[in-house]
Nanobody, 128 residues
Framework: QVQLVESGGGLVQAGGSLRLSCAASGRTFSTYSMGWFRQAPGKEREFVASISRNGDNTYYVDSVKGRFTISRDNAKNTVYLQMNSLKSEDTAVYYC?????????????????????WGQGTQVTVSS
């Protein structure tokens, strides 16, 4: 079991930037792909981005492609989400999660299936 703690959320104006962090403990961090998700009020949780175990490969949903960057530092057991050019529709609680299965080093999930070990989330509010 891995414990995840997100931080870095806040209130930002449209067009601004935020960097989210997710610190992991309790399980070998580099063993699993990681992902970021978000949930806006009244909506289902949405898969946003993922990164492979070794950090070499990333995947983004179309709505954030070119604006968000996922990265990881396995030495620090931390995954990041750099969010630029923020829009009001990015307002949500953001969660990180670890993939359930220790696939190969370059495996990069392309949907939200088989993720577990959720953090408590961090609120991102973008004002227009």
């Amino acid at each position: 079991q891995v414990q995840l703690v997100e931080s870095g959320g806040g209130l930002v104006q449209a067009g601004g930037s935020l960097r989210l962090s997710c610190a992991a403990s309790g399980r070998t961090f580099s063993t699993y792909s990681m992902g970021w998700f978000r949930q806006a009020p009244g909506k289902e949780r949405e898969f946003v981005a993922s990164i492979s175990r070794n950090g070499d490969n990333t995947y983004y949903v179309d709505s954030v492609k070119g604006r968000f960057t996922i990265s990881r530092d396995n030495a620090k057991n931390t995954v990041y989400l750099q969010m630029n050019s923020l829009k009001s529709e990015d307002t949500a609680v953001y969660y990180c999660a670890a993939h359930n299965f220790p696939y190969g080093l370059s495996y990069t999930p392309q949907d939200g299936r088989n993720f577990g070990s959720w953090g408590q989330g961090t609120q991102v509010t973008v004002s227009s």
